[in-house]
C-alpha cells in the first residue's frame, strides 16, 4: 500500500479510535498495523493501561484489516459486529501499544477476524480478540 492509501485508511477509523490516539504506523502481511501512544487518558490503574482502550485499539485493528481486504477487493459494505471477545493476556505497560488484524474467513456476507495487541515484540501479545462481523453490500 502507498501512503495515499494508508492515509485514506487513516482517515475511515472512527472518532472514538482518534480519541485514543490510534494511528496506523504501517502496513504488514497486507494488514494496517495500528498503534496507541500511551497517555493519561488511556491509564486504567496507575502504569497501566485500561482495559477498555486495550479493546478499543483491538476493535479498531480488526476493523482496519478487513477493510483494507474489502478495499482490495473493490467492495463497499456496511459493517455490523455479530460477536467481539477479548481475552487479556497480561497487564499492559505504559508505553504504545500496536495491534494487527488478520482476516480468517470472508466471505459474501460475513468475515472472522483474529486480532492481537503488543507492546514490545508481537510474538509476545498482551491481549488478543476474535471477531465475527456481519457485512451488508451498499448500494448505489
Known amino acids: 500500500m502507498t501512503g495515499d492509501e494508508i492515509e485514506?485508511?487513516?482517515?475511515?477509523?472512527?472518532?472514538?479510535?482518534r480519541s485514543l490516539g490510534i494511528v496506523i504506523?504501517?502496513?504488514?502481511?497486507g494488514a494496517p498495523v495500528l498503534a496507541m501512544p500511551?497517555?493519561?487518558?488511556v491509564e486504567g490503574r496507575p502504569t497501566v493501561l485500561h482495559g477498555g482502550a486495550i479493546s478499543g485499539l483491538l476493535e479498531n485493528g480488526g476493523y482496519a484489516?478487513?477493510?483494507?481486504?474489502?478495499?482490495?477487493?473493490?467492495?463497499d459494505?456496511?459493517?455490523k459486529p455479530i460477536g467481539i471477545t477479548v481475552?487479556?493476556?497480561?497487564?499492559?505497560k505504559c508505553q504504545t501499544t500496536c495491534a494487527r488484524g488478520h482476516v480468517n474467513r470472508l466471505g459474501r456476507?460475513?468475515?472472522?477476524?483474529?486480532?492481537?495487541a503488543w507492546q514490545d515484540d508481537p510474538d509476545k501479545p498482551v491481549a488478543t480478540a476474535v471477531m465475527n462481523i456481519?457485512?451488508?453490500e451498499e448500494e448505489g
Not at 500511551?38 to 487518558?41: I, L, P, S, T, V
Open 8 to 17: 485514506a485508511l487513516e482517515k475511515d477509523l472512527p472518532a472514538y479510535a
Open 25 to 29: 504506523e504501517r502496513i504488514e502481511a
Open 38 to 41: 500511551f497517555a493519561d487518558h
Open 65 to 75: 484489516a478487513l477493510r483494507a481486504e474489502l478495499h482490495r477487493q473493490g467492495r
Open 77 to 79: 459494505v456496511r459493517l
Open 87 to 92: 481475552q487479556f493476556l497480561t497487564a499492559a
Open 109 to 116: 456476507r460475513n468475515a472472522n477476524i483474529e486480532v492481537i
Open 134 to 136: 456481519l457485512m451488508v
